[in-house]
Nanobody, 125 residues
């Protein structure tokens, strides 16, 4: 079955950096676009970034543009989220997800069928 496993979360001071990883198995990873979402306490899960199957196309939420970078290594079936200039409002559980179909990036959480368990990112002020 499809498994997505995130790692790399932690506690960091404002202005710091973290790199999240999401390792995929049980699917032909190179066929599918991938997305990163986050959910803060008491808030809806929101789109952060997405990357096409080839890695050529990327999309970002306005709140993270210029600070976060999504990338992928299809030889390792892994997608990454490099987060720089972190702010306290970036504090959330971060999830990777895939639609599991040959469709492009989507910012809508309900378009995604497979999710990881999430990794906590906490940014202190």
């Amino acid at each position: 079955q499809v498994q997505l496993v995130e790692s790399g979360g932690g506690l960091v001071q404002a202005g710091g950096s973290l790199r999240l990883s999401c390792a995929a198995s049980g699917l032909t990873f190179s066929n599918y676009a991938m997305g990163w979402f986050r959910q803060a306490p008491g808030k809806e899960r929101e789109f952060v970034a997405g990357i096409s199957w080839s890695g050529v196309s990327t999309t970002y939420a306005d709140s993270v543009k210029g600070r976060f970078t999504v990338s992928r290594d299809n030889t390792k079936s892994t997608v990454y989220l490099q987060m720089n200039s972190l702010k306290p409002e970036d504090t959330a559980v971060y999830y990777c997800a895939t639609r599991g179909s040959r469709r492009g990036i989507s910012p809508w959480r309900y378009d995604y069928n497979y999710w990881g368990q999430g990794t906590q990112v906490t940014v202190s002020s």
